[in-house]
C-alpha cells in the first residue's frame, strides 16, 4: 500500500540533529479501513476504497449508509478510492495503519484542497503588474487591460486570464520530506506546507517521482 488518508492538524517547527530550525505539517494519518475492493476481471481496473474520520451516523445519506453496512464497516467521514497493483493484498474491513504506508526519512505527496479565496482580482489570481500609476491613470490601476480586438474576431478568447474565483482547488505538492512517524498516535510530521486548511482531509502518498 502506497497512500492513506489523513487530517491537516498545522503547522509547528522542530529541530534537526544540528539544531537547525524544520518547518513542519502535523498531519494525523490514519488509521483507515478498506470498504471495497475492485478488481479488473469485475470492475475493469484494481483499486480499493479507503475510509477515514469519524462521523455521526445520521449524517451519513442513506446509499452511503447501505455501502458501509454491506461491507461490515463503520460510517466515515472521507471516502476515497487508490489504485493499486494486486488488489488481491486487501480485504473488506482490513485497517491500514499509517506504517504501513510510509517512514521516516522518505518522500510523500500531498494532495488537498487549497484554501479558498473568493473573487480575487487579475494582480493577485494570475500575478499581473497592474497598470502605471501616473496621473494620467484614473482609477484603473489593478485593472487588467485589454482582453479582447475590435470587430475581428468580436469574442474574447477562452481561457483568458480574468478576475474570477480562486482557491478550493485540488492541488499536490510533490516530494514532501518525511521528518518523523509518530505510530503510536498516527502523527506524520513532512517538511514544509501542505495544501488546505486546518482541518481539512489529505491524501498522502510516496513519491513518485523522488
Known amino acids: 500500500m502506497n497512500a492513506i488518508l489523513g487530517e491537516k492538524l498545522g503547522m509547528t517547527q522542530v529541530f534537526d540533529d544540528q539544531a537547525r530550525v524544520v518547518p513542519v505539517t502535523v498531519i494525523k494519518a490514519g ?3 478498506v470498504v471495497q475492493v475492485k478488481e479488473p476481471d469485475s ?11 469519524d462521523v455521526r451516523a445520521k449524517q451519513v445519506n442513506k446509499p452511503m449508509a447501505g455501502h458501509y453496512a454491506k461491507a461490515g464497516v463503520e460510517p466515515a467521514r472521507h471516502l ?5 497493483d494486486d488488489p488481491s493484498q486487501y480485504k473488506v474491513g482490513q485497517q491500514i495503519l499509517l506504517a504501513d504506508v510510509l517512514a521516516k526519512g522518505g518522500m510523500a505527496d500531498v494532495t488537498g484542497l487549497s484554501k479558498g479565496k473568493g473573487f480575487q482580482g487579475v494582480m493577485r489570481r494570475h500575478g499581473f503588474e497592474g497598470q502605471g500609476n501616473a496621473h494620467g491613470n484614473h482609477k484603473k490601476h489593478r485593472a487588467p487591460g485589454s482582453i479582447g480586438a475590435c470587430a475581428t474576431p468580436a469574442r ?3 481561457g483568458m486570464r480574468m478576475a474570477g474565483r480562486m482557491g478550493g482547488d ?3 505538492i510533490l516530494n514532501l520530506q518525511i521528518v518523523e ?3 503510536e498516535h ?4 513532512l517538511r514544509g506546507a501542505v495544501p488546505g486548511a486546518n482541518g481539512s482531509m489529505v491524501l498522502i502518498r510516496e513519491a513518485v517521482k523522488a
Open 181 to 183: 512517524v509518530d505510530a
Open 43 to 53: 470492475d475493469g481496473y484494481a483499486a480499493i476504497q479507503l475510509a477515514f474520520g
Open 80 to 84: 476515497v478510492e487508490v489504485r493499486v
Open 156 to 158: 474574447v478568447f477562452k
Open 31 to 33: 488509521p483507515c479501513q
Open 170 to 172: 485540488q492541488t499536490t
Open 186 to 189: 498516527n502523527l506524520l510530521l
